[in-house]
């Protein structure tokens, strides 16, 4: 799905923690749960290290040049194999509460300025912790959590979708900023999508709903993209793909 999105998001133009609660309400994890979880993420290893050949890696260590940077929040149920099925080489990943650019501008800088990514992608979801914990009172939390949730400007009190996607639209924003010569040359698009698996935009569950792009808000005008996901028909392997 998403390799077709991002070639026809490149045509037309030439992605946190489980709820942030107070420390009160705070869980430790367990100890036994992490040796077994660790036996199987040696297995898991193993298995993708036996379905790829020496080349694939031979490959890998020539380099990066990722089509695209993604700014993505920390939530465990986002990841990228619902953007791309074989992401290496391909997704520069920046991760955080919030999927913010303020709080991880260095590693946002160096995918797009450094690396070369044509895509910006900012990728809020729903059901999201940090706009739950930022739209609330959370002064009781952890000194550092609070800093990064400082960054995050959405209303108070509003429905966790509506903060999401505000909260996406100012990274765009942000971005735009940060990034605007390189949008004007036709160098970089920024692009700001929801993930919604609870489905709260009514576009269906797990659906990456874009919802700006380059700083270009509306609904229709989004819809009538020259190149869309149905009429694209061309997308970039890589060769260790």
């Known amino acids: 799905m998403f390799k077709k999105q991002l070639a026809a998001l490149l045509a037309a133009t030439a992605f946190v923690v489980p709820a942030l609660s107070h420390a009160a309400e705070h869980h430790g994890g367990d ?19 036996a379905a790829h050949k020496s080349d694939f890696f031979k490959e890998l ?5 990722p089509r695209a940077t993604v700014v993505t929040c920390s939530d465990s149920r986002v990841h990228t194999n619902m953007l791309d099925k074989t992401p290496e080489g391909d997704l520069f990943m920046v991760r955080n509460i919030g999927n913010q650019l303020a709080t991880a501008k260095g590693s946002v800088q160096y995918g797009v300025n450094h690396l070369g ?22 002064s009781t939390l952890e ?3 609070k800093k990064e949730l400082d960054t995050i400007n959405i209303t108070k009190g509003s429905a966790n979708i509506d903060g999401v996607k505000t909260n996406v639209n100012n990274q765009v924003t942000a971005a735009m900023q940060e990034f605007g010569d390189k949008v004007k040359n036709g160098e970089l698009l920024i692009v700001g999508a929801v993930y919604d698996f609870a489905d709260d935009m009514k576009q269906g569950a797990g659906k990456l709903n874009i919802i700006n792009m380059n700083g270009e808000t509306d609904p229709a005008v989004l819809r009538n993209m020259p190149a869309t996901e149905e009429k694209s ?9």
Do not use: M, N, T, W
Not at 31 to 46: C, F, L, P, T
Not at 233 to 241: A, K, L, N, R, T
């Open 143 to 145: 000194d550092p959590i």
């Open 31 to 49: 100890a036994s749960v992490a040796r077994a979880y660790i036996k199987e993420i040696q297995k898991d290893g193993k298995s993708y290290l």
């Open 233 to 241: 028909g061309h997308g970039h392997d890589h060769e260790h793909h």
């Open 117 to 138: 990514s044509s895509l910006l992608l900012f990728i809020g979801h729903s059901s999201c912790g940090a706009i739950k914990a930022a739209g609330g009172d959370y």
């Open 61 to 65: 260590a020539k380099g990066q040049k």
